[in-house]
């Protein structure tokens, strides 16, 4: 598996270069999930590298971790919360996702970000909690408020009518709530235009080079490459099953490659039947059903292919966005399945 970091970090300087372009303020990062399962530790000293100085996790281990291998200096903010008193304290930047989390960390003097909810219904301050707040600000007293965030619902769907009331209600929230930056766009958000610019943005699935212009060309660098070794060939007459269910039968004398990847690396079972490697700029047919650790491909007419061959799994001419869609699902949970079985190998600035 290769990860191309200077490919993230030319994405990211584009979607910086968006932004300013739309009238947004600073661009910053999304690196939970381990870095989209690109590796964190590797993933986010490359984009400080290139100017990033605000990172976004999940969790506060993650964060820790992330601070481990940035230093000091750059924001790192857990959109999962976290209580205070702890360690974390000093080291991360609590998102306030409630009047509970509010009034935990009143007080304190710490630095957040308040986040309200303007169509997901999952985390933030609901309407009715924002207005409360707005009403009476108090409780934000004695906190450094960094920025108000939200989050878009159907940023990846530009027609989509709750792009706008989305922002319409985010504006309207923060002329009501006392002032500070905010923070909007995540990466499809950067191409909606200017009324989704913001104080900081925050993208994350087009920096690791999944589209974030469904339906259109990719404007992203590809990141990931993964090429699995050929374990062993087998010619088999017509008529003969492979695979687990006996699902796909040969349908003429056939030459099967059984390669040394399955679901426990995050190629996903659902692609059995689906899916198409490559070899050389060619395409090769899955066949039968993907196992925990194996993989079979019909290389019939790839008489060159041969023990010790390397198949490309994901790569420029099989976009994880690809073998999304073959796996009936999206690219950030094939990047965020990538197993930890792989031999990692990071592509650096020359
Ligand atoms: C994951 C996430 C992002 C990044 O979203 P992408 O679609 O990957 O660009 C931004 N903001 C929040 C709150 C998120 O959870």
Known sequence: MTVDLPAIAANWASLRDRHRAMGGGETGAAVKADAYGLGAAEVAPALAAAGCRHFFVAHAAEGMAVRAALGPGPTIAVLNGFAPGTDEDAALTPVLNSPGDIAAWAGTGAAAILHIDTGMARLGLSSAETAALAENPSPLAGLNLLCVMTHLACADDPAHPLNSEQAARFAAARARLPAAPFSFANSSGLFLGAPFASGLARPGCALYGLNPTPGRPNPMRPVVRLEVPVLQLREIPAGTPVGYGATWTAPRPSRIATVAA???????????????????????????????????????????????????????????????????TIGYEVLTSLGARYRREYLRAA
């Open 262 to 328: 399955g679901y426990a690396d995050g190629y996903l079972r659902s692609l059995s039947g689906h899916a198409t490697a490559r070899f050389k700029d060619r395409d090769v047919p899955l066949v039968g059903r993907v196992s925990m650790d194996l993989t079979t491909f019909d290389v019939t007419d790839h008489p060159t292919i041969a023990p010790g061959s390397m198949i490309e799994l994901i790569g420029p001419g099989t976009a994880p966005d690809d073998v999304a869609a073959r796996a009936g």
